[in-house]
């Protein structure tokens, strides 16, 4: 096992009275992929940026391949910003032979890496189209080539699915694995959970620009053990009912007849007491479903409900942290 | 050094294949042919015209017609010189034809005013060499001949006019000298006999002077280069302005800083955008130069009185004494202005917020190119002395001074203040352009920031 990619110590960055990231500590060891998971406005960006060396922490240390970021480490990584942008009048082909070479490539190398690269993803005959006729989703497809071309060792991607529709995310999914495969390190941040839960090996969550999770995701299920889902009539009180008995209950999202909780079940204890529970209660139910944690809930269970809501609304966080 | 050409070379190529370019390369010699064309046309194409004087005596109309015949010889004899200067054979025929003449005096047709109106107007016509046409204009002598009157329906065409005017001072002071019992000429003899001054020039034991002590061209040349290097050096940093405001902006709403910032160090980002636009605007400079000289071959070719005129330039703009400090001055007050500019672009999110810095931008340039003026016209002014230690100023009249032979200590002291005050403006930019491009500062944060940089206040720059 060769140094890890990269370590965070302590790291902290403020904006004049605001404190975008507090005495952050991970590392991302090499070989694996890592998710980096929080609402917008986490401090994730500020994170990556810090860990790129795009800014510098006020306090605390990034080491990248075991060294203070610089150009040279950094020709070993290949970045993709949360901010899109590519410049509109190059062509695909040109965009992606530019930053590569800007990583080191030769201009041949480059371009033939562009070359493969487009043709390998279905945009050969767009090489010499320039960003501004391509498609938002192409535009995007171009900038994670780019991102890829010099074959880097590790792959630091902010918000690689955002904007992408569900085949396009998919074709991500995959060219992540195959990067993984290869023998890449992948660092991407995300609000998605699910995105995680396909890819991970492992997981940081952030709330509130600190760090409330570190672990793989079997370690962060087990922090909530199994539970179940219930649904019952509108307006049943599931959490007061089930209180007593032992059980903690959370109001889900989900879609359907009545109202939907999600019941966690202490060790020991199984899907079946979870029911008689329910129905010793007098609870109304609808449906009932065990089921295995996921990383949403795991995230609630860290930082609460409300702070959870603003995984699915984006900006939220953002705003009131500027409040 | 790889970096920076990779940028350099991203952006001057962005730059060049843009449709601008061409337009901007093309206009200037294009604007030089057509405006040569235009006027050339324009006198060619101007038609004879006919007047005719009413007056008794004749005297008048001898008089008009005598001031044309100078003038024409004038401008066959100024024909023939030149002919002359390139070694071209021309006929009298040939000189005659090159100056042809435009107003042609015919008998006048009638005696009135009231009579001429019909002529005058185009409703009938006077015989003439060119032919049948209506009358151009006609000379009134007032009664007591207390005045010449001119009339036509064009006013504009004043050639007549004046040609007119000028024959009639002449005419009075003929008289004038007549009724003192001179001759006609006494003037011209008046004004030959007049003390001619010449201009020399002191020069130090040590300073060459092939030529003696008259002023010549070669004199005069080293202020001329000066003046050209220093304006040569307004016009580019007047040119850098918007290529860096829109070059800058269109990186920031893109927002490619990011990626760029993983790939390359800050200064080499900066250093390969200052050159790429330093290239376009160097090679939109230097092929209209090169039109410019070729021009000025093709002359120097024809005529060795063209020759003899540009080699005194040349003489000074190859004089290391000249250039070696213009040149630096050139250098340090590009790289001075352009990182102001490129530092203000990078505080901007929009084309229109960047238009309300060009007011304050353009108003910044015209402050040396005030000091330009005063300089070309006073070198030696205690203004320039003191305004040339001014840093935003030094760059364009350190170039002026040189030619003035200002004592070596003020060169060096004045290129010495240069190379610091860049190194601070670069410093400053480069902070100025991380705060824009990494933490998206706005024009707003900018006063903030020069607290922050004099220690006021803590930085708040929000990301």
Partial sequence: MGVAPLVMSGATKRFGAFTAVSNLSFDVPAGQIVGFLGPNGAGKSTSLRMALGVMAPDEGEVAL???????????????????????????ARDTITYFARLKGMTAADAKARANELLDATGLGKFKATRIS?????????VQILSTLAHRPDFLILDEPFSGLDPMNQQTLEDLIRAEHQRGATILFSTHVMEHAERLCDRIVMMARGRKVFDGTLEAAYETLGQGARIAVEHGFDLAGALA??????????????????????????GAQDVLRAALEAGAPILGFQPEEA?????????????????????????????? | MRNIYLIFRRDFLGYVKAWGFWLSLAAVPLFLVIGAGFGYFAASSSPVRYYAVVEPSGVIAGAIEAEFARSEARAAAETAALAADMQVEVSSDQVAAATPRKFIQVAAPATTIEDLRPYLLGEKTVAGPDGDKALFAAFLLTEGGGALQYWSTDVNVTTLQYAAETAMRDLGRRDALLAAGLSAD??????????????????????????????TMADKAPAIVAGALAYFLWLMVFSIIQYLLMGTIEERSNKIFDTLLTSVKLPELLAGKLLAVFAVTSTMMLSWGLFAGAGSAIAASQSPAMMEMIDPFIAAATNPGLIIPALVSFMLGYVLYGAIFMALGSLCDTI????????????????????????????????????????????????LRIPQDPPLWEILAQMGLMAVTTA?????????????????????????????????????VKE
């Fill in chain 1, 65 to 91: 391949f075991g060294v203070k970021p610089d150009i040279r480490n950094l020709r070993r990584v290949g970045f993709l910003p949360e901010e899109r942008g590519l410049y509109k009048k190059m062509t």
């Fill in chain 1, 133 to 141: 006729k391509l498609s938002k989703g192409m535009a995007q497809k």
């Fill in chain 1, 244 to 269: 007593p008995k032992g059980f903690e209950a959370h109001r889900a999202a989900d879609k359907g007849p009545g109202d939907s909780w999600r019941v966690d079940m202490p060790k020991g204890r």
């Fill in chain 1, 294 to 323: 996921r990383l949403r809930d795991v995230f609630v269970a860290l930082v609460g409900e409300a702070e959870a809501a603003a995984l699915d609304v984006p900006g939220a966080a953002t705003e009131a942290e500027a409040a």
């Fill in chain 2, 186 to 215: 006494f003037l011209k003899h008046v004004d030959g006999a007049a003390l001619p001054v010449t201009a020399f020039r002191l020069r130090s034991e040590a300073e060459p002077a092939d030529g003696g002590s008259e002023v």
């Fill in chain 2, 352 to 399: 229109q917020e960047a238009q309300t810095l060009l007011s304050p931008m353009m108003i910044l340039l015209m402050l040396p190119m005030f000091a330009i003026f005063i300089a070309f016209n006073d070198p030696g002014s205690p203004v320039i002395d003191y305004a040339s230690w001014v840093p935003l100023f030094t760059p364009f009249l350190l170039i």
């Fill in chain 2, 424 to 460: 601070l403006i670069v410093w400053g930019a480069t902070k100025v352009y991380r705060a824009g491009a990494v933490h998206g500062a706005g024009i707003g944060d900018l006063v903030g920031m020069v607290k922050s940089a004099m220690g006021m206040k803590p930085k708040a």
